[in-house]
């Protein structure tokens, strides 16, 4: 009954910016760990960012200086603003999410949304 949904995901210029956002209805105010991976074709799924319960923000070193995570009040929403694309941000984006201290403590999530598709073009 948990959805995560996605949005933002659009075609930019390299050096553009976007703004992806996913929401989770029914976290409400739970503490709860969400994230934003990615995946381009023939490559592994990477995680992009990680917010913990505490709010504790890691980024991968790709996006590091370039993308930056944000959670509203609610924290039930991970906002990714994602500026200076580059044609390597290419993938589908998606969200994850979980509820458990051991699941997210170890960057894992078991609610997943379907993912919003980021092409950035040279």
């Known amino acids: 009954q948990v959805h995560l949904v996605e949005s933002g995901g659009a075609s930019v210029q390299a050096g553009g910016s976007l703004r992806l956002s996913c929401a989770v209805p029914g976290f409400t105010d739970s503490r709860n760990c969400m994230a934003w991976f990615r995946q381009a074709p023939g490559k592994e799924r990477e995680g992009v960012v990680h917010?913990?319960?505490?709010?504790?923000?890691t980024y991968a070193d790709s996006v590091k200086g370039r993308f930056t995570a944000s959670r509203p009040n609610a924290k039930n929403t991970l906002i990714l603003q994602m500026d200076n694309l580059k044609p390597d941000d290419t993938a589908t984006y998606y969200c994850a999410a979980d509820l458990r201290t051991a699941w997210c403590r170890s960057k894992s999530y078991v609610y997943w949304g379907q993912g919003t598709q980021v092409t950035v073009s040279s």
């Open positions: 917010v913990d319960m505490d709010d504790n923000v």
